[in-house]
């Protein structure tokens, strides 16, 4: 190896101790303790080792809640989000006055408190004695009756919270795309306007496969965080989340270690390693996906 590539990898060292201390070793470590029947953290002891702690997770009928949650949370807030936060990306940039003002307000969920936001939609949704909500109270106008988002069906709990999802990620996504928009060649849009061309076939054919990178990112990131939620179902429906029937992945694994029915370390982390698979998987799936609709200058 020679000097200069011996300085480059001294550049790199801090890094890869860092990833390997704080993300290869524990995953490895968890990886093992799926595999061990009955392990007791504070013995450090267990009295088997196989797929046992695999068959019971996914046998469990709180586990398949969870991953049912999990999933229709993913399929409906992923596109949502990142359509949504494309529409007005495209419309500010479109614009000039006040365009920092709009960015900003904005951008304001995305730096606001998580467990506020959901206090704040809860005044929103939940039926209490003296008020049906402010929600309900719009229904009303329309003669729709009254709904108990919190407490009630589970649709209109999943409805909740697929919406404050949607509320909370979409302003990172909106700064992200704006900032692409806004690094696209003017060249093109000169040239196209000379040629008279639509605004829609502008679209489609010049702004969104320059931005194709930047969206191909918020997508697989966003398949990432959604995968991962639970703050966002404990901000609207308490810690109890089995009694709620809204858990999640991520709230099975936090429930099976530190929650009411906690203690079972083996059992978390064969869940957390079949949600890793899961996102290796979607993650894998996305990448090959992108050969063919992502186009990179």
Not at 202 to 215: A, G, R
Not at 268 to 296: D, P
């Amino acid at each position: 190896m020679d000097k200069k590539s011996m300085k480059g990898w001294l550049y790199l060292l801090p890094a890869i101790l860092f990833l390997g201390f704080f993300l290869v070793y524990p995953l490895i470590d968890v990886f093992i303790y799926s595999f061990e029947e009955g392990y007791n953290s504070a013995s450090q002891t267990y009295y088997g080792v196989g797929l046992y702690n695999y068959a019971y997770v996914l046998r469990d009928p709180y586990f398949l809640q969870a991953v049912k949650n999990t999933f229709i949370l993913v399929i409906i807030t992923v596109p949502v989000s990142t359509g949504l936060a494309l529409l007005i990306s495209v419309g500010l940039s479109s614009i000039k006055p006040l365009r920092n003002l709009y960015q900003t307000v904005y951008f304001l969920p995305y730096v606001t408190n998580t467990l506020a936001v959901g206090l704040v939609f809860m005044i929103l949704f939940k039926q209490t004695p003296y008020t049906d909500g402010l929600v309900n109270l719009i229904l009303g106008w329309f003669g729709a009756g009254p709904v108990d988002f919190i407490d009630g069906p589970y649709w209109a709990k999943m409805f909740v919270l697929c919406f404050y999802t949607v509320w909370v990620v979409m302003p990172f996504k909106i700064l992200i795309l704006t900032s692409a928009l806004a690094s696209v060649n003017q060249s093109y849009y000169n040239a196209a306007k000379v040629d008279g061309t639509s605004r829609l076939r502008v679209f489609t054919k010049i702004s969104l496969p320059m931005i194709s990178p930047t969206v191909f990112y918020l997508i697989i990131t966003g398949f990432i965080g959604a995968f991962k939620a639970y703050s966002d179902a404990v901000a609207l429906f308490g810690a109890n989340l089995n009694a709620a029937g809204m858990n999640t992945i991520v709230g099975y694994v936090y429930d099976m270690l530190y929650g009411d029915s906690g203690g079972y370390p083996s059992f978390a982390s064969a869940a957390a390693i079949i949600l890793f698979a899961i996102v290796l998987t979607i993650t894998c799936i996305n990448l090959l996906v992108s050969r063919k609709h992502v186009h990179y200058e």
